[in-house]
Structures are given as C-alpha cells and as structure tokens.
C-alpha cells in the first residue's frame, strides 16, 4: 500500500505493447521531496515506466496510484495542475512565440474564459530566466535550435509550477552549460520547494551529482534501487551497462566520479 509520504506507488506493474512486456513485475514506491534518477541501457524501459507514471499509458497488469490514488481516476486538468511532464520527443508545429509556449504551462490553472494573472505572468518570466531563454521571448519556436527548443519545453514545466516533474532525457540535446544550468534549478527546487522529480539520466555523472536516489532498469525489470552511493556500485555498472566502472568519492564534494573503459572480456 501506498504510504502517506509517497508520491507514486507501483505494484505488479506490466506493460507490453500487445506483445513481449516491457515491463515486468514492476513494484515501486516515490517519496515526496525527492530527486529520483532513473537509469538503465536502451530498451530497458525508462521511457515506458515515465508514460505509465504520467497516465500517458495504461499498464497491462497491476495498477499505478498518484497520492493513494489511481492516477487514471484524475481528469487530465487535475493531473496537471499537480504533474508536468517533459517528453523526449514532442513537437512544436505552430508558429507559437517561446513566450506563448512557457505561458501554456499556466493553462491547467487558468479558468477558461479567463486572463492570465500577474501570479502566471511572474511565473512565466521566472522560467524563462532560469532557462536562459529571456533573449529568445518573442522568437517564433519553429525557428529555434534543438537546444533552444528543449530549453523552452523545460520552462513550460517549471511555470506549471508542478508538485511532481517528470523529465524523460530533458537534457539529451543541450550543451554542458544548459544541462548543468537545468540540472542545478530542478534540484533547487527539490531543495527549497519540496518538488519531486523523476528524470531518465544517461549520465551516469549527472545522476550521482543531483540524484537523491536511483532506480536502475534492465530488460524491463528493476534490479536495484536506493541512494545513490549505494547504488552506484562497480559491480552493478558491469552487471547493467557492460563497463567496468571505477569511482572516486571526493569528500569535498561528496560526488562520485565515474572513469569507463571499454570491457574486453568476452
């Protein structure tokens, strides 16, 4: 059962696609005021357990609950004036300014019929600043690089000012300084707004710098779960990505540093 801390509860989840599951016997429970990384090789099913968390999908078997209920049972404005999510793939094909797009975050708390307020304005103008996207307000969003986009579809989530922010590779076609930029505001957030946050990471780097915990996936099941310096093993990394992994605790920064070389073994 679900505690009355935890965010998101799954028990005996399975998905499929109407063939060989995805998902395998997925049980999992989320804290609120959490910084959850999900990790896992291509394929091992990061992106199909974000759409079943999100209600984008409907498990096969077993049953997803959002505060200790179903989250199929909330319409779609309840869900998303408490969740918002950033998909890896989304497309933008109207000639919408990057400021109409991040103010389409405020749109589940806006009655119909109404204004934005100067609440949803000033929320609107403080994504795009942590976004680094001011400069780009007024830009046409058709006419944006990949990074520019991925940066104004961030800041969309952050002015829906969500309980529960779910990125799914948010930061796969930025640069070094934006991931990082992004990386530091979500877990500000965490931090000092008690946001919770469920990202699928490839950087093994960025999942040990910013995670609170991990869930690690492989062929559609989780293999483990917890903190991150007891996740993050040499051992698991072999087990799970094939590599042998050597890390480096520096205790200036309690990160963890991760050097791979190429695993020879047959």
């Known amino acids: 059962m679900a505690t009355p801390q935890s965010v998101f509860s799954i028990r005996d989840g399975w998905y499929g696609y109407r063939g060989p599951p995805v998902l395998a016997d997925i049980n999992l429970t989320m804290e609120a005021g959490r910084f959850y990384g999900l990790i896992g090789p291509n394929g091992s099913g990061k992106t199909t357990l974000l759409d079943l968390l999100a209600a984008t999908s409907q498990p096969d078997t077993g049953i997803v609950l959002f505060k200790g209920r179903p989250v199929r049972s909330y319409r779609r404005q309840e869900l998303a004036r408490q969740l918002a999510l950033v998909p890896q793939d989304f497309a933008l094909g109207f000639d919408y300014t990057v400021f109409d797009v991040v103010l389409m975050g405020r749109h589940p708390h806006i009655p119909r019929f109404s204004n934005p307020t100067a609440k949803d304005l000033d929320l609107v103008e403080e994504a795009l600043a942590l976004m680094d996207i001011k400069h780009l307000r007024d830009r046409v969003v058709t006419r944006l690089s990949g990074g520019e986009k991925q940066r104004t579809i961030v800041a969309r989530a952050l002015a829906q000012d969500p309980q529960v922010l779910i990125l799914d590779e948010a930061t796969s076609s930025l640069d070094i300084k934006h991931t990082i930029e992004i990386m530091r505001a979500v877990s ?78 047959s």
């Open 188 to 265: 500000d957030r965490v931090r000092f707004k008690a946001l919770t946050v469920i990202a699928a990471i490839h950087d093994l780097n960025l999942a040990a710098a910013f995670c609170d915990e991990l869930v690690v996936l492989k062929a559609g099941r989780i293999v483990a779960k917890g903190p991150v310096e007891d996740v993050l093993t040499s051992r698991l990394i072999q087990e799970v990505f094939s590599v042998e992994g050597h890390i480096h605790i520096h205790a200036q920064t309690l990160g963890i540093e991760y050097a791979f070389r190429k695993n020879t073994a």
